[in-house]
């Protein structure tokens, strides 16, 4: 068994609300960043885990984020990395 | 201008208390995921801007993390990515 770091990013699904970065655009607005158009605001989450291999690795976080991190009705994750540690 | 998406990851400094990151660990570990030995839970900010170029986009990112998004004394941020949209 290795050791792997794997990060995930968990994002509010497209189209639905996401009144945290709407307030986090106002906040930069206000400041003065008028360019900015638009904000979305997920979770980065890193988790390391001991694995056989990198896929498998991937694979078990893929089930922790179906089973606990993503909440599927609104959220969508992905993998973002997988790296030994 | 062209518009960009600038992807943010902003992170409990390492050696402070992490304990959100410990609380998913913990519920990982009861729900039969032992091999975690880890997590780490920040935030994922993806801006969309309008700048003259990608360097004027992240560096307008940059001023927007160390004014707004990240707490400096609790927290790192580093830019993920920068990409035309």
């Not at 986090?24 to 890193?46: C, E, M, Q, Y």
Request: charged residues 25%; neutral net charge; hydrophobic residues 50%.
């Amino acid at each position: 068994m290795k050791s792997f770091r794997v990060s995930v990013h968990i994002v509010p699904r497209k189209g639905l609300l996401d009144p945290q970065g709407k307030a986090v655009a106002d906040a930069l607005h206000t400041l003065g960043f008028s360019a900015v158009r638009d904000v979305h605001v997920g979770r980065h989450i890193v988790i390391e885990t001991a694995a056989a291999d990198a896929a498998a690795a991937e694979r078990a976080v893929r089930e922790m984020c179906a089973r606990l991190l993503a909440n599927p009705v609104t959220e969508d994750f992905e993998i973002a990395g997988v790296a030994g540690a």
